[in-house]
Each structure stands twice: as C-alpha cells, then as structure tokens.
C-alpha cells in the first residue's frame, strides 16, 4: 500500500516536536507500505527552516527505505503574530497542491491528511480530485473552534469559510480518525458525523526508548549536570504559544519561591521570548528555560525530573484534547500535575497517574505541587499506575499496527495488495 500524507508538521531527522507521524510511517514503512509526505519546511513551534530549503519551493527528500518526504514552502512569518501565523497556513496550501500535483507523481492508495491547521484539508481535496483516491482525516484538535479560542481566527469570513471547510472534509472523507474520545463525541453529536465513519486511533508513547532509558540512562549524573542536585524539579516539555498559556507556570513559580522548587521548561514557541523576560523583570530565580532537544534528550529532562506538567489555556475547545507530553511522562514513570480539564483530567485521574490542578490558578497548582513535594510515596504510586495505564492502552507500536490494520480493512489491502493489485477501491459511503 502506497499512502500519500499530508502534515503540515512532520518533522526531520533529529528534530524536537510531536513525533508521532514519524515514528507510525516508520513502523508502516518497515511492514512493507510506501508512505510519500507533503509537509512544511518551517518547523512549528520556532518557525526555523532548514538553509538547504532557501530559495527552493519544493524539496523532494529521501527520507529514509519507503519514505518519501516532498518539503513545501511556509512563509517565514509563522511565528511573527496571528496574521503572520494565518499567512503561513494557507501558503502551505497552495505550495502543497503544487507539491502533490507536479512532485507526488506515483501511483497512491489513499490520501490521510492531519489537522489542524484545517487549512491541510483544502490540499487533501483538491488532491483526491485529481488523483481519484480517497481521503482519511485525521483529527488532532477541533478546528475551527480551537483557533477561534485562542484567537487565532477573528476574521468572521474566514470562520464561515472554515465551518464549511470542515463540514466538506468529514463529508468526503471516507474514514475519520478522532485523537480522543471527545472529539469523537464531538463529531457525532454535535457535528453529526456519520458513527460508522470515526475511528480512535490516539497519540501515545515511544516504550521501545522509554523502556531503555529507564533502565540505563543515569539521572543522578544528569541533575548534577543540570545544576540541581536536591531540588524538586518540576518539567514542562513543549510549545511556548498562546495556547499553552505558561505565565501560570511563572505566577506559581513565584508563589514558590521560597521553596525547594525548580521548574524547568523545555520547547520553543511565539510566547517564549515573553516569558523569558518576564521571569527578569520578576526576578524568578526557580524557573529555567531550556531550547527544543530531539526526543531521547526530551526523556533524559523527564528522567530527571520529580513530575511533568500538562497545561493549556482555559477554553471549552481544550476540554476535549489529550496533551501529547502526557504519555511521554507517563512512560517515563513520572506522576502529572494536569492543569487541562476534560479528558486530559479523566486520563490521569483513571489511572491514578496525577493530580487536577485548576487551570490559571496559581495557588492551586501551588498547594498540588506541595503534595507531592511532601509525600514521595505518592509520586512513585503516580508514577507507576500512569505507566502500566499507559502500556496498556497508548503503546505506539501497538496504535500504528491497529491503525494499519483498520486502513487495510476498510479498503479492501492486504500485505501483497497495493495500487497494481487492489480488491476493490470503492468504499461504501458510511
């Protein structure tokens, strides 16, 4: 089987960020299926783009056996402000048609295309026109209403105009994946997706590298490295944006200052400048930044630290999202202060894996930290529960295979039937 993917934010070799398609069109490809890419060549949370990109369009990239990565031009003004931000979607758009129109030129099975931005869907449309191939539609986040939240979307034509994008997408499409439970709910009762259409594939973690740091990796040396040595060391890894709203990590930073507790927070992103000089002009002296790292050094900060920590602004639309790093704290053996309501809270609270902590409430996230910071015993059961939940049920191994194996069900592939061989293209329109 032959897909042709389409993520805005599939990242390179070595670099830091949501690696998910990375490592599931790796476990595909070493099933024996050809996965093509048509992704950005900014990266998404510092809007950095790699030199061998400059004054190219288009740049075809030979990822790795079975692996095919068609790099698309994004204007440089990703991370410049909303309507910078806005500009570079939608010159992904039309610099992916482009891509998969002239430089996709094989032979595909099925086009899958993850979102947000939503944008991705108007090059999965247009593609699947003329190339006569259907579409699945993978579902990170709700859009338009994530982006209408946290003010990324003012604009009240291009809200109408994104409303009726997404209503054409789940129309077309002829399987759609839904990340969480709530979103799955979501697009039932609320979208009125055909159920028969949706499927729950969602974000996990990489046990393969979890299972051998935890066994080898030595932490004591790495604290000492760092700096800290007795100190309680909370981590956040992630994007610094609006939406993740870390001035309520600095205000109970402040809260804590006479304690022996250090936060470190690991990532890039349009807010970090801001936070950066915040924490001067406050004089935190218990808050450290630290620029993005590729995954196994990620887990080399979580492995040292006490707790992870799970935040995002508080809106309606972030009730129905997992946060990523969750499960990357979770295989790690680390216990979760989640400030995300919704599932996020179900998730750490079924597992017994963390604590709730109110979003944008200081006191409260400073009262949850002191729990653990006095309770030891806690934060290894935490720690404990949240990785045996996890292996059980957010192994990305695991996902990837369930998700090939559903892919190949619904459209008639088996392992000696790609697009020379098919059974038969046609899917009922469920």
Known sequence: MHILLIHQYFLEKGDSGGLRWNEMAKIWSEKGHKVTVVAGMTHYANGVRNPKYNNKYTFVDAFSPNIKVIRSHVSDSYNDSFRGRLKAYFSFVFSGIYAG?????????????????????????????????????????????????????????????????????YKKAKLINALTP???????????????????IPNAADFDLSDKMLTDFDISTFRKGLGFDNEFILCYVGAHGLAN????????????????????????????????????????????????????????????????????????????????????????????????????????????????????NAKDFAEKIRTYLHDPTLIKLHGENGYKYAKKHFDRKTLSLEYLQIIETHFGFNSKNSVSNKINHKVSNV
């Not at 990170?140 to 939240?149: F, N, T, V, Y």
Request: glycine share 4%.
């Open 101 to 169: 129109l002239f430089k996709a030129k094989e032979k595909y099975d099925v086009i899958l295309v993850s979102s947000p931005p939503l944008s991705v869907g108007i090059i999965a449309l247009i593609l699947s026109t003329f190339k006569r191939i259907p579409i699945i539609f993978e579902i990170r986040d709700l859009w338009p209403e994530s982006a209408i939240d946290t003010g990324i979307l003012k604009n009240k034509m291009i809200i109408k105009i994104s409303y009726w994008l997404e209503r054409r997408l």
């Open 245 to 360: 709203n870390l001035t309520q990590l600095l205000d109970t930073a402040q809260l804590l200052r006479n304690e022996n507790v250090v936060f470190i927070l690991i990532g890039d992103g349009m807010e970090k400048k801001m936070l950066m000089q915040t924490v001067i002009e406050k004089n935190i002296t218990n808050v450290h930044f630290f620029d993005s790292v590729p995954k196994a050094d990620v887990l080399k900060f979580i492995l040292a630290a006490d707790a992870g920590i799970s935040v995002l602004k508080k809106v309606e639309a972030f009730k129905t999202v997992f946060s990523n790093k969750t499960f990357d704290y979770m295989a790690c053996k680390k216990p979760v202060l989640m400030a995300i309501d919704g599932i996020s809270r179900e998730l750490v609270e079924t597992a017994g894996a963390g604590i709730y902590v109110e979003p944008e």
């Open 182 to 200: 709530a979103i799955k709910e979501t697009l039932i009762h609320k979208k009125k997706v055909p159920a028969s259409k949706i499927i729950y």
